[in-house]
């Protein structure tokens, strides 16, 4: 007989730019444990997550199951915004295309109207299910942005979760191997038109 999964199906739920803020602690938690980076790492991250609440066309999204006490408590959190000049991203993207030697009418095209996926994180204990491919198509739905665009570390064969996601929901390279400024890590560039309705449910 195989072993039956027990894990509660976490359910997705819109979050205000307040419930975010509100939930700032738990939320962190999920993205330094899911992105394996060393505690403390959440303390320079608050302000500018609380930051990006502010930013025109924010929205983000939650998954939740019941922690021991049957309480609810947060295994997933997504968010975005609507990419505009002025913000660092865009700069730097706008760099990484040049530099790859895009010509300028395709990086008009490709930045002239997106959504920025800034975020996307499940709890490792909750990974495997779903859960991230069911919050991100969540967050993209009804978006009015022409297509969303995404960074994501270069690892190996591209082979990790957030890359079989994104190219199990149709994302292509914008740039590879991009070094932003201040990091030394390699980041892919990612991005796909929206809406997403044609792809399949995972
Ligand atoms: C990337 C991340 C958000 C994806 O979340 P997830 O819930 O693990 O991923 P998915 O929604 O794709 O889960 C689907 C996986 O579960 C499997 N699965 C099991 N049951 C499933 C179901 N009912 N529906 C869909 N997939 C199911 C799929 O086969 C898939 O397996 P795969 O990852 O080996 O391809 C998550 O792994 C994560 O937080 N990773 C670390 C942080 C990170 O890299 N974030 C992105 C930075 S840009």
């Keep these: 007989m195989s072993p039956v999964d027990t894990t509660p199906t976490p359910y997705l739920a819109e979050l205000s730019a307040a419930d975010l803020r509100g939930r700032l602690d738990e939320a ?10 060393p505690r403390g790492t959440e303390f ?26 049957g309480n609810p408590s947060m295994v997933g959190i997504a968010y975005g915004y609507r990419g ?6 865009y700069q730097q993207v706008r760099e990484g295309m040049r530099r790859s030697g895009a010509e ?20 490792p204990r909750a990974q495997g299910h779903g859960t991230g491919g069911a919050l ?18 270069e690892v190996p064969h591209e082979d990790n979760r957030a890359w079989r996601l994104y190219r199990r929901l149709g994302f292509t390279d914008v740039v590879r191997h991009f070094r932003f400024t201040g990091d030394s890590r390699p980041f892919a560039v990612l991005g ?3 809406p997403l ?4 449910p995972r």
């Design 136 to 153: 991100l198509r969540l967050l993209l739905t009804d978006r009015p942005e022409a297509r969303v665009l995404l960074s994501t570390p």
């Design 28 to 37: 962190l938690a999920i993205y330094v444990e899911a992105m394996g980076y």
């Design 44 to 69: 320079h991250r608050a302000p500018m997550w609380t930051e990006h609440t502010g930013r025109p066309g924010w929205r983000g999204v939650a998954a939740f199951a019941p922690d021991s006490d």
């Design 84 to 89: 505009a000049p002025h913000q660092w991203w």
């Design 104 to 123: 300028t009418g395709a990086i008009e095209t490709v930045l002239g109207d997106y959504f920025e996926l800034t975020e996307l994180h499940v709890s």
């Design 197 to 200: 309705r044609d792809q399949p």
């Design 192 to 194: 796909r038109p929206l």
